[in-house]
């Protein structure tokens, strides 16, 4: 399922999501010997980044950079490098098979079937979802196995044997079919009521189901996944909710999640919207992060929070949205025209016309990526800095930047960067820390007995 990376299942992802990660690294595999592609897990400062008065932000960067293994560096830049061409390898996959369901008569046939089930227009809809999702899914199993659990695999990223893994597959498809379902009963209600108006309204309706969709994922669709609950050792809360009640945050609760089941990366998000609003950890950071580490990412957790990320996001999104349902319409008009008969696809509100909309919104996305990415990584940046001042951590966050280097390149060139990171890269996350603490040196420097 990850190759449709069209804009709409995108954003439907994102609600799905719904959650601003900050870190995610592997972990070591087990106690014994750690191999040695993996990132050192308790970082010792530098001597370069001790506080003194020489202190130089590029020198201690330098110094935490050259803590890393050159075998970690290079598997973690093949890592990332190659989600770079799986980026092309998904669009042309994804529209290859889409334009084979218009072109070979798949998507007719399937809109055929459906209307011999039933009359009813709405669940007309619902069967060519189904049967649309299916196939897609089938037929896109080569690139879902090989990126979901192959690839993973075979960079020490997941901790599933296969079984396990396609259970959780099964379940996303399940959700899928009802979630997808019933925006695409409504969508295509809109569409053949409002022939003209269609994409304005189509637009409206999608962003209130990108805002129930964030809203109701903490609760009702992580969960399905995963088993989520309160955290209870205070050694771990009474920093955390110390840190949330100085920076305003009404937290009481602070939660945990059993990522351990499926990957080795650790993370932690902001999730939900409004009341399902929460802060979890997940079990890979609790059991490896250091507590200063822990803190700093708490600090850029808050950060996504305090700054009203996800709301900010959803305001973003509903431009984005407008903007696609406008170049859409536009589009599927002049497609229309010149293959409507030759696909036998009758009009908009015609529901064979889904692969063309899935191959459109696909081109939308893989061109909007950079604009996606950099988007993203701004907020991110934005935690950052609001989590250093909050945590005043810059070791731990040194120490985070470097458990995430495991699976993103640390040091790309600038252009790169913008291009393809949805965070801010390690090294720069490092400096960002290191220029920090140059500036607030007196916190680290032992005051002399009065
Ligand atoms: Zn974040």
New binding site residues.
């Given amino acids: 399922m990850i190759f449709r990376k069209t804009i709409f299942t995108g954003l439907i992802a994102l609600a799905l999501l719904a959650c601003?990660?900050?870190s995610q690294a592997q972990q070591s595999q087990g106690p014994g010997a750690k191999p040695a592609t993996v990132m050192p897990d308790v970082v010792q400062v530098p001597a370069a980044a001790q506080p003194s008065e020489h202190f130089d932000a590029d020198a201690a960067t330098n110094a935490y950079l050259a803590e890393i293994p050159a075998s970690a560096r290079s598997r973690s830049d093949a890592y990332f490098e190659g989600g770079y061409w799986l980026i092309l390898w998904d669009f042309l996959y994804g529209a290859a098979l889409y334009l084979f369901l218009l072109h070979f008569g798949w998507s007719a046939a399937m809109r055929n079937v459906a209307e011999r089930v039933t009359r009813f227009k709405p669940l007309q809809t619902l069967i060519y979802w189904s049967e649309f999702l299916i196939v897609t899914t089938i037929l896109g199993a080569p690139v879902g196995l090989y990126e979901g659990y192959f690839r993973e695999r075979q960079y020490g990223l997941a901790t599933q044997t296969f079984l396990p893994w396609l259970g959780d597959q099964l379940i996303m498809l399940l959700v899928n079919l009802v979630l997808g379902g019933i925006v695409a009963v409504v969508l295509f209600g809109v569409v053949r009521r409002l022939p003209r108006t269609w994409w304005i309204w189509g637009a409206g309706v999608s962003i209130v189901f990108l805002v129930f969709f964030v809203m109701i994922a903490p609760v009702f669709i992580f969960p399905l996944l995963n088993k989520y609950a309160v955290l209870e050792d205070p050694r771990i809360t009474q920093p955390i909710l110390s840190l949330a009640r100085a920076n305003g945050i009404p937290a009481q609760k602070v939660y945990q999640v059993d990522a351990s089941r499926q990957t080795t990366r650790m993370s932690a998000n902001v999730s939900g919207y409004g009341q399902t609003m929460r802060i979890t950890l997940n079990d890979n950071l609790l059991r490896r992060g250091s507590p200063e580490e822990i803190q700093s990412i708490m600090g850029?957790?808050m950060g996504?929070y305090v700054l009203h990320h996800i709301a900010r996001d959803l305001l973003y999104f509903s431009v984005v949205i407008v903007i696609f349902f406008a170049l859409l319409r536009w589009s599927l008009a002049r497609a229309l025209v010149y293959w409507g008969e030759r696909w036998q696809m009758r009009g908009i509100g015609d529901t064979a016309v889904l692969p063309l909309v899935f191959l459109l919104g696909s081109l939308f996305g893989f061109l909007y990526t950079p604009f996606f990415n950099t988007h993203i990584r701004t907020?991110?940046h934005e935690?950052d800095m609001y989590g250093l001042n909050a945590s005043r951590q810059p070791d731990g966050f040194a120490q985070a930047a470097i458990h995430l280097g495991e699976y993103r390149k640390m040091n790309p060139g600038p252009v790169e960067e913008s291009i393809f990171f949805d965070?801010p890269s390690g090294r720069n996350r490092i400096h960002d820390a290191m220029r920090w603490k140059a500036e607030n040196l007196q916190l680290f420097i032992p005051k002399p007995n009065r």
């Fill in positions: 601003v990660s900050v850029h957790e996504h907020n991110e935690a965070h």
